[in-house]
């Protein structure tokens, strides 16, 4: 088990900015169609749910890597790679 990070609930600005810009394109889209329709209840479950997704995702978490190759023959085609 991995070290114990204590964490905050409260969203940071990056996240609070990224959903006003969101906010504010949805706003600008109703008001260029006149009127809420379909269209738009689509753009707002995007909106939703990529705020979500944002928020339960840890921010700036390395990706995964593959492990360094071992082993003779991958010290072979790394060298070869160089070349």
């Known amino acids: 088990m991995g070290p114990v990070t204590k964490t905050s609930l409260i969203p940071s600005r990056k996240w609070i900015a990224t959903q006003v810009t969101a906010l504010a394109a949805l706003i600008v889209a ?4 006149g009127s809420w329709d379909k269209t738009l209840m689509i753009a707002l479950v995007g909106l939703i ?8 995702l840890p921010n700036g978490e390395p990706p995964a890597s593959p492990p360094p190759p071992t082993g ?5 085609a790394t ?4 070349n």
């Open 79 to 82: 060298a070869a790679l160089r």
């Open 72 to 76: 003779e023959s991958s010290t072979a």
């Open 49 to 56: 749910s990529q705020a979500i997704i944002g928020y339960l």
């Open 30 to 33: 109703w008001i260029n169609a």
